[in-house]
């Protein structure tokens, strides 16, 4: 009775509160009105913000509509700009450098990232300081990062041309990571590991610290070795927890641009531009809207394709 | 009248076609979304990406409609 009059109270206050034209109107309701209510703005602000601009994108992308030109008539081209993106050479080499950099990025932070939550999972002395000054690159803005791997990269001042140089032995002015056709490419993708290797090192984590310690004991029962036990309990049993990083970090580095676009805009040519930074010329340089529009639908389908993959892993993996 | 299993851990038998099963279905919607994703960032043919976009597209239509069917 006690507890019932307690949980009443403050509802009772708020029901005195409530002012008796709103009352009358509130109390005609049913319970499904009122939660619609409730959450009817937050619907037509999604609704505004998410829902509205992906239709107009669509729409836009079967025009010949340019921002510059808002005053020209706009046609109706029908699929004339994605049949030119999808047969575009030019499209194609930018999907090839997007392919490098999300390929390699993924391998190098899965396998640094993994190999990382297998020592720090270790009780050692000082992990959990370690722990906190290994994730603070995961922390920073991209903006931030971009803008002092810059200087990071200076082959005159540079950090790393000198460290490169002190153990290469040569001359830290010899070679350009930004300026160069062959080294850029790589120095995007050194960045984005040093960046983003911490957040798949978290995943990994909490993979390792899911799996039970009877297993590992009656592993050691059977008298299975180290390697067996990685080989056979540790890894099958993280697999989940990894395939959650490696499609995360993908679906993130398809659409990677502020770091890149910081970094090196695209350049030396076009040996760094990604699909990303191709998709901002067309649409902020060259002004084709309603191809830059066709673009980014095409980049949409098949980021949304790898999200719905993403979405069932993770349900896989709180199934476990 | 309603009639009711001896057993009520026994789910009944479903009339959804045991081929049209969510968990398979899903399965052949996400290898179509990962060919297409993979045609679209190949090296080797020019004609597997101007394909790459119908196939990711198909994949992703067809995942978001089996989605809803039942397990």
């Given at each position: 009775m006690n507890a019932r009059s307690d949980s009443e109270g403050p509802a009772r206050n708020v029901a005195n509160m409530t002012p008796d034209r709103v009352a009358r109107t509130v109390r005609g309701l049913s319970d499904k009105a009122i939660a619609w209510l409730f959450i009817g703005p937050t619907m037509l602000l999604l609704l505004a913000i998410n829902l509205f601009p992906l239709i107009w994108t669509i729409q836009l992308s079967f025009t010949n509509y340019r921002a510059n030109r808002p005053n020209a008539p706009i046609l109706n081209i029908g699929l004339d700009h994605y049949r030119a993106i999808l047969t575009d050479p030019d499209i194609?080499?930018?999907?090839?450098?997007?392919?490098?950099?999300?390929?390699?990025?993924?391998?190098?932070?899965?396998?640094?990232?993994?190999?990382?939550?297998?020592?720090?999972?270790?009780?050692?002395r000082g992990h959990g300081f370690w722990t906190t000054l290994i994730l603070v690159p995961m922390m920073l803005s991209p903006a931030v990062v971009g803008n002092f791997w810059t200087f990071l990269y200076q082959p005159q001042i540079g950090l790393f041309n000198y460290i490169v140089g002190f153990f290469a032995n040569v001359p830290p002015g010899s070679f350009k990571m930004l300026g160069d056709v062959t080294l850029s490419p790589w120095a995007i993708i050194i960045v984005d590991t040093w960046m983003w290797t911490p957040y798949v090192m978290l995943i990994c984590l909490a993979g390792?610290?899911?799996?039970?310690?009877?297993?590992?004991?009656?592993?050691?029962?059977?008298?299975?070795?180290?390697?067996?036990?990685?080989?056979?309990?540790?890894?099958?049993?993280?697999?989940?927890?990894?395939?959650?990083?490696?499609?995360?970090?993908?679906?993130?580095?398809?659409?990677?641009?502020?770091?890149?676009?910081?970094?090196?805009?695209?350049?030396?040519?076009?040996t760094t531009e990604l699909a990303s930074i191709t998709l901002k010329r067309a649409a902020f340089e060259a002004w084709r809207t309603g191809y830059s529009s066709a673009f980014a639908i095409i980049l949409f389908v098949a980021v949304f394709g790898l999200a719905n993959i993403y979405v069932k892993t993770l349900n896989k993996v709180k199934a476990r | 009248m309603k009639s009711e299993s001896p057993n009520p851990n026994i789910e009944p038998q479903s009339a959804w076609p045991k081929w049209l099963r969510r968990g398979q279905m899903e399965n052949v919607a996400t290898a179509l979304i990962a060919a297409g994703v993979l045609m679209m960032l190949q090296p080797f043919m020019m004609v597997l990406f101007t394909y790459s976009f119908v196939t990711t597209l198909a994949g992703v239509v067809m995942f978001t409609i089996v989605s809803k069917f039942p397990e």
């Open positions: 194609w080499l930018r999907m090839q450098a997007t392919a490098h950099f999300v390929f390699w990025t993924i391998a190098l932070q899965t396998i640094i990232g993994f190999a990382l939550a297998y020592l720090v999972d270790r009780k050692f390792l610290r899911s799996i039970p310690d009877y297993i590992y004991e009656a592993a050691e029962v059977d008298r299975a070795s180290n390697w067996r036990q990685f080989i056979s309990i540790t890894l099958p049993m993280c697999m989940p927890f990894i395939m959650l990083a490696v499609l995360f970090r993908g679906i993130e580095n398809f659409k990677m641009f502020d770091m890149v676009n910081l970094l090196t805009s695209g350049g030396p040519g076009s | -």
